[in-house]
């Protein structure tokens, strides 16, 4: 009480029929890496990034920070962004990036 004025949406993703291969074939993994990325939303790309990559790949903390930044060098990003403002072919090359080097 009182009850809050929240609107909510539900909103169902499914890959185009021309999805990039890697993403269709590891489906599990990009869609761990989108999530680990948009649940630090409120923090800057790097931390985000560094986040995701540390879910994805394990390791330790300095080692997903130097990934994150090679990521985000890669592809071209500006690394005080916050996440929702990375287009999407950005985001399927930072992870990318992290796939390769992780």
């Keep these: 009480w009182p009850r809050p004025d929240v609107d909510s949406a539900l909103m169902t993703i499914a890959p185009l029929p021309e999805a990039p291969r890697e993403v269709v074939a590891e ?52 690394p005080s962004a916050r996440v929702e403002s990375v287009p999407p072919e950005a985001i399927l090359a930072l992870w990318r990036e992290v796939r390769r080097s992780g």
């Design 27 to 78: 489906a599990e993994d990009f869609g761990a890496f989108i999530r680990a990325l948009f649940s630090q939303r409120r923090k800057v790309l790097r931390t985000s990034v560094a986040h995701a990559a540390r879910a994805l790949a394990g390791g330790f903390p300095d080692e997903a920070k130097a990934l994150a930044e090679r990521a985000i060098a890669a592809a071209g990003v500006d």
